[in-house]
């Protein structure tokens, strides 16, 4: 299970199996919030992809804001709109993420 996915359940969302697993794909993923973790960034990025999971948008909490999302729809990532809990789908240490270390940078500040 990832972060994203266990963030997703702890506050009330529901888990959907992809059709197709994506394990070692490199997907652009569109920016449609704001999250510091993606500050400075753009508004797409290509990431590298491990998974055959994802927090659906079926019954999705209202707690929780979607930041990112895939061609697809699908949610790559989200965030807390009250706590300071972030949570993507897929890997910046990847090198299918080149920027990935920019990422984590943000998300540590």
């Not at 929780?64 to 729809?73: H, M, R, Y």
Request: charged residues 25%; negative net charge; aromatic residues 8%.
């Amino acid at each position: 299970m990832s972060g994203t996915s266990a963030i997703g359940e702890v506050f009330g969302a529901r888990l959907s199996n992809l059709k197709e697993v994506c394990h070692g794909m490199q997907t652009p993923v569109s920016i449609t919030g704001n999250d510091r973790i993606f500050e400075g960034l753009g508004r797409e990025l290509s990431v590298g992809r491990y998974h055959s999971w994802v927090v659906s948008r079926e019954g999705f909490p209202d707690c929780l804001e979607v930041t990112a999302e895939s061609e697809e729809g699908l949610i790559m990532a989200l965030k807390h709109k009250t706590y300071d809990v972030h949570g993507i789908q897929f890997h910046p240490e990847s090198v299918l993420t080149p920027m990935g270390k920019d990422m984590i940078r943000n998300f540590l500040k």
